[in-house]
């Protein structure tokens, strides 16, 4: 099959099947065969994120505060609260998404602020099991040099 030359260069710029065939006043069968004989995937379903990676949405869903903390501004489970980072049809608590940026890694049980305000979701601050399980022993190994603190 034979594909317009102007067809394919929107196709593989990613434009919608829909767009195309509005655009340059075709039939979206014509689109469709053309995606197809030039073997380019099927269009995603559904609404796109206007976000292109997770760090996007998670910045984009944020406020930064001056000391250094970050306040979650963006959608909250309706029944928990939960603040959420919606990306690729994912859920992601924004406290987990926001541990897995910083570490490189995946938390281990509940990523928690270990700064002291609540709700706070900057990646420096958070503590998953084993973080908080080190920060207790650095604090007991420094109780028991220095005595406790008053």
């Not at 067809?7 to 065969?33: Q, Y």
Request: a positive charge.
């Amino acid at each position: 099959m034979k594909v317009r030359a102007d067809v394919a260069e929107l196709l593989k710029a990613g434009k919608p099947e829909s767009h195309i065939a509005r655009e340059l006043g075709v039939d979206r069968g014509t689109v469709r065969r053309a995606r197809k004989a030039l073997d380019l995937p099927a269009p995603q379903r559904g609404k796109r994120s206007m976000y292109p990676s997770l760090a996007d949405v998670v910045r984009g869903n944020s406020e930064q505060l001056d000391d250094g903390h970050v306040r979650w501004t963006g959608y909250r489970d309706a029944h928990s609260n939960t603040p959420l980072v919606l990306y690729r049809g994912q859920r992601i608590p924004a406290p987990r998404a926001a541990f897995q940026l910083h570490y490189r890694r995946e938390p281990v049980g509940k990523p928690l602020p270990a700064c002291g305000m609540h709700g706070c979701i900057a990646g420096e601050h958070l503590a998953d099991r084993p973080l908080r399980e080190a920060n207790a022993r650095v604090d007991a190994l420094y109780a028991a040099i220095f005595g406790e603190a008053s």
